[in-house]
């Protein structure tokens, strides 16, 4: 089945940028998605098809896809940003959604 | 506004049985795909299934093929899940979400329900 490998954790100071990486097979052939999860909340999708952003969220937040990584980056980094981040594809070839591991977003 | 509010959680024993359900409100719930999606305690997101519009089509992850089913009352705006034959390892937070896109993503989630599987 499809595997997508999540750093654990990134670190970053306020007002920096915070880029999360998202390594699969080829990922970049296919639709990446990102969710924030904070402590005790449901996930929220924060970026779609790649670099999509649903309404509500902040242009801070953006994404890219090519060959073997995606990226999901956190500009002028605020601490409520802090969080766990997940990125998703589908898998058209097993028909299953797959998340990577997640990282934790720790704000200095 | 889209709300999804889950309920049906709770303890049960290993090789029991638990259906959580997810009331759905908002938006022409008819006309989505929905979802299951786990979480296991300090672990990470992990889909279970998702059923098409009718109900026509449902998909699974391996883990619980067999085991568990998804189903939908388009009429009463709800999401099922049957879970069978429980074991410790699927102790966890299940959200209930919609499936956007192909669909491929997931747009909006409720806030959970809690299954823990303990003698």
């Known amino acids: 089945s499809y595997v997508l490998t999540q750093p654990p954790s990134v670190s970053v100071a306020p007002g920096k940028t915070a880029r999360i990486t998202c390594e699969g097979n080829?990922?970049?052939?296919?639709?990446v998605h990102w969710y924030q999860q904070k402590p005790g909340q449901a996930p929220v999708l924060v970026v779609y098809?790649?670099?999509d952003r649903p309404s509500g969220i902040p242009e801070r937040f953006s994404g890219s896809n090519s060959g073997n990584t995606a990226t999901l980056t956190i500009s002028r980094v605020e601490a409520g940003d802090e969080a766990d981040y997940y990125c998703q594809v589908w898998d058209s070839s097993s028909d299953h959604w797959v998340f990577g591991g997640g990282t934790k977003l720790t704000v200095l | 506004e889209v709300q999804l509010v889950e309920s049906g959680g709770g303890l049960v024993q290993p090789g029991g049985s638990l259906r959580v359900s997810c009331a759905a409100s908002?938006?022409?719930?008819?006309?989505?795909?929905m979802s299951w999606v786990r979480q296991a305690p300090g672990k990470g997101l992990e889909w279970v299934a998702n059923?098409?519009?009718?109900?026509?089509?449902?998909y699974y992850v391996d883990s619980v093929k067999g085991r568990f089913t998804i189903s939908r009352d388009n009429a009463k705006n709800s999401l099922y899940l049957q879970m069978n034959s429980l074991r410790a390892e699927d102790t966890a937070v299940y959200y209930c979400?919609?499936?956007?896109?192909?669909?491929?993503?997931?747009?909006?989630w409720g806030q959970g329900t809690r299954v823990t599987v303990s003698s």
């Open positions: 080829n990922i970049g052939r296919k639709s």
């Open positions: 059923i098409k519009q009718d109900g026509s089509e449902t």
């Open positions: 908002g938006f022409t719930f008819r006309s989505y795909w």
């Open positions: 098809d790649d670099s």
């Open positions: 979400a919609r499936a956007e896109g192909g669909p491929d993503h997931f747009d909006y």
